[in-house]
Nanobody, 115 residues
């Protein structure tokens, strides 16, 4: 059974940093691309960053240069280092992977950027 568990969210001031984690289980983590999405109240869910099984990365324009996605295959864990956070980064952040012909999602972790 595929399971994705996010952690690391919280309340941070503008300009601050947070590191999100996504612990994966139930599949061979190292073989699959992983993604971070976010959804702010009243908005559609959007792709934030993605990392392939080989470690190649892509970012939304809004987070380029501020966020860094990474993975530790030995720990079956993906990370999102978020720096220079802005109020518009406030959202629920979700871990995602596609396998067995469908999307799999974690429960999400809330990030709030506010003074």
């Amino acid at each position: 059974q595929v399971q994705l568990v996010e952690s690391g969210g919280g309340l941070v001031q503008p300009g601050g940093s947070l590191r999100l984690s996504c612990a994966a289980s139930g599949f061979t983590f190292k073989n699959y691309a992983m993604k971070w999405y976010r959804q702010a109240p009243g908005k559609e869910r959007e792709l934030v960053a993605a990392i392939t099984s080989a470690g190649s990365t892509n970012y939304a324009d809004s987070v380029k240069g501020r966020f860094l996605i990474s993975r530790d295959n030995a720990k079956n864990t993906m990370y999102l280092q978020m720096n220079s956070l802005k109020p518009e980064d406030t959202a629920m952040y979700y871990c995602n992977t596609w396998l067995v012909l469908r999307d799999h999602w974690g429960q999400g972790t809330q990030v709030t950027v506010s003074s």
